[in-house]
């Protein structure tokens, strides 16, 4: 007995070294061993987890499986405009902001920095044994609905009202966060809300989006169908109903337009609590086993939520679902975490040597200060106020509820910095030691009677009030837990306590320039005549008060451009629970606005010319090519953002013009520089409901390049013969 049992922990301990020195990489298993095909390193993954292992995989919360030495990890983080509710990160502008822009190549440039914090905190985070919410590498971000309408309160999470601006700009955030290695991931990126999800806030969980399939495709399908073709690595199905279907269990989403027709070959993850949504308020299926069997048969590949994890065993055990078809959705969920290196030698993933000197470097703090001097768009500045001359100002007033507060710069979806510039703070240190500058917040945001500064400020040359919205107004339901409708506005107004305040600074009889931050539009005409200039600031990042700074004091030309319409009222839009477009964003609405899509000052101006036109099409695949030159005229340097539109030809519900290219260029004084543009014809297309196919229809189209939606410079007319293919 005493040799059997002495034999029995001999066999043991070398059983247990074997496999630990199996786990621990020395002999690595087939799915270790990086030399092997990704197929054939996930396929015997999959062949080693037990069916309860592989089902504990598809929540977010994923479990540990301790004897294959695969830790926990929780797929849910954000980085919409910075690494989000994870401590020290690089805050940027919202991404509303970053739209305004019309900067792609910046914003890719953001993103990378975005995916270089995150790698450098995930490496610090799991080398301290945490696996942390908010600090991994799949991120759900970027947000590519489309901002139909100004009410919803995470418009300021889009890249606007426009597809085409929001598949370019979507498209740079994704190839900045993934990275270009060949190999690796930097991180993951996540296109959500899949599909047509612009509110109500109030009732996302329930709402059956009703549009016709134009619509769906001409509007709401294309920024996603762009981002899927650049390689987004994942897709986020949305809570609502589309056209009775859930979204996340959806055969015309998910299993033939995602799928089949586009191919997509990344992982579906559901909104958070999207399937129990399916049960609790669309009331569409029996029971949590029915809606686990759908999602999966669909497409899901991974729940935002635990109802696949407590449920598809029993889906499975009632042959609603079967092992192969758990499988092939792991395959898919497992590919990513294999191209983020999970599974492989810290040594052989490039961006394991990211450590803390990479999280908020002095080059991302000024990438910051970059990208909100790009974003605040010039609303006002008929007098000539702006650039403010320091000379002539010796004592300044910045006063306002948004003044020094912290709120204003981060928006929602926010990190953490310990180098978050306030508006007062960054006019404070541009103005310098010499000049006396003063704050006061002026008011809060329902008082009407009770004022601060207001005897200070006439009492200095001129006053900087910043007033406006913050995201505890408009955002989220939940987070934006101050806003009039479950995270939405029910108006365009302004704080009336913030009108109040500058109708008693009127009273002074001195100058005031209006910075008005927000995520969406608002009604400025309220404040117009009081205000001698105006600036929409958005939520624009910990660099918010340096940039604004930058643009008053005139270090700075601002060129930042509306990616939203500024309607005059709501009473001019169809309802907000109606999705059809006719009537909404520039694309459709025939009346006056406030501010066109596009629209935004400079300090100063600049001419247009042909250097080459657009020439024939001969066929569907051709290409047009065109070029313009821009020349600045005014009496400083400054960016221009060209925007090519175009007029289609009349037929029944055609856009009236449409955004099919932009470029921003910074131009000398008395200098010019020259833009280019490719058009592919197949961009012209529509789609035909009668044929259920795009067509390019016969007719002229206008080939137009401006600096608005509204301020065409240059007009060239092609002509498409009918049968063109």
């Not at 999705?579 to 596009?598: C, D, I, L, S």
């Amino acid at each position: 007995m005493k040799k059997k049992y002495k034999y029995g922990i001999i066999f043991s301990v070398i059983f247990f070294c074997l496999l630990h020195n199996a786990v621990m990489g020395q002999e690595p298993l087939p799915f270790r061993n990086a030399k092997l095909p990704l197929a054939t390193r996930i396929n015997d993954l999959i062949g080693r987890l037990t069916l309860e292992e592989k089902i504990a995989l598809l929540g977010y919360k994923s479990q540990a499986v301790s004897r294959l030495g695969i830790p926990a990890y929780n797929w849910w983080n954000e980085g919409l405009h910075g690494v989000a509710r994870a401590g020290m990160a690089t805050v940027f502008p919202q991404a509303i902001g970053m739209a305004a822009t019309f900067n792609d190549s910046l914003l890719k440039e953001v993103a990378g920095v975005i995916s270089t914090e995150a790698r450098a905190k995930y490496n610090l985070s799991t080398a301290l044994g945490f696996h942390q919410q908010y600090m991994g590498l799949t991120f759900w971000s970027p947000n590519i609905n489309i901002f139909r309408d100004p009410r919803w309160g995470r418009g300021q999470e889009t890249y606007g009202e426009d597809p085409f601006l929001t598949g370019t700009m979507g498209l740079s955030f994704v190839k900045g966060i993934q990275g270009n290695d060949p190999l690796y991931l930097k991180a993951a990126a996540c296109a959500k809300h899949f599909a047509v999800h612009s509110g109500p806030e109030a009732g996302r969980h329930a709402f059956n989006t009703i549009v016709d399939e134009k619509d769906l495709r001409e509007t709401y399908l294309v920024a996603f169908k762009k981002l899927v073709d650049g390689g987004v690595e994942s897709v986020m199905c949305a809570y609502n109903r589309l056209n009775n279907e859930p979204c996340c269990t959806s055969n015309t989403l998910l299993t033939n337009i995602l799928h089949k027709e586009w191919g997509f070959k990344g992982h579906v993850v559901t909104d958070c609590g999207a399937l129990y949504d399916i049960l609790d308020y669309h009331k569409v299926m029996n029971d949590p086993a029915e809606v686990a069997a759908a999602a999966i048969k669909a497409g899901v590949n991974l729940d935002c939520s635990d109802l696949l994890q407590k449920n598809v065993i029993a889906a499975y055990n009632r042959k609603l679902i079967t092992r192969q078809l758990l499988d092939s959705s792991l395959v898919t969920l497992l590919r990513t975490q294999f191209k983020l290196g999970f599974f492989d030698d810290k040594t052989a993933v490039p961006f394991s040597s990211l450590d803390a000197t990479s999280v908020h470097a002095a080059t991302a703090v000024s990438l910051s200060r970059k990208a909100a001097q790009q974003s605040m768009v010039l609303l006002k500045n008929d007098k000539g106020l702006l650039p403010l001359q320091k000379n002539k100002y010796g004592a300044i007033m910045v006063l306002g509820a948004n003044a020094g507060a912290m709120d204003p710069l981060v928006a929602n979806y926010h990190g953490m910095s310990d180098n978050m510039v306030t508006f007062a703070e960054g006019i404070t240190a541009a103005a310098g030691p010499g000049i006396a500058v003063q704050y006061d917040q002026g008011s809060d945001y329902s008082d009407t009677t009770h004022f601060g500064g207001i005897w200070a400020a006439g009492e200095s040359d001129i006053t900087i009030a910043v007033i406006g919205l913050t995201p505890v107004y408009e955002g989220e339901e939940g987070d934006a837990f101050l806003a009039a409708h479950g995270g939405d506005k029910l108006t365009l107004d302004l704080p009336a306590a913030h009108i109040a305040m500058l109708k008693q600074l009127r009273k002074k009889n001195k100058p005031v320039v209006v910075v008005v931050t927000a995520g969406s539009n608002i009604d400025i005409s309220a404040i117009e005549p009081y205000a001698d200039a105006i600036i929409l600031a958005w939520y624009p990042g910990e660099q918010g008060g340096n940039a604004l700074a930058d643009i008053i004091f005139g270090k700075v030309s601002p060129a930042g451009r509306l990616p939203v319409t500024f309607y005059k009222s709501l009473a001019d839009l169809p309802a907000y629970d109606n999705y059809n477009m006719k009537g909404r964003t520039y694309r459709y609405f025939e009346g006056a606005v406030q501010y066109p899509f596009g629209y935004g000052l400079s300090y100063t101006s600049f001419q247009y010319s042909w250097q080459q036109q657009p020439g024939k099409i001969n066929t569907l695949k051709d290409t047009l090519f065109f070029s313009a030159v821009i020349k600045n005229t005014g009496a400083m340097e400054g960016d221009e953002v060209a925007q090519v539109y175009v007029n289609y030809p009349a037929v029944e519900r055609m856009p009236l013009k449409e955004l099919k290219g932009f470029k921003r260029v910074h131009v000398n004084k008395d200098g010019e520089q020259t833009v280019q543009f490719y058009l592919p014809v197949a961009d012209l297309q529509k789609w035909d409901l009668q044929q259920k196919k795009w067509m390019l229809y016969p007719g002229d189209y206008h080939i137009t390049i401006g600096s608005s939606s509204q301020d065409i410079k240059l007009n060239a007319v092609i002509k498409v013969k009918p049968g063109m293919k």
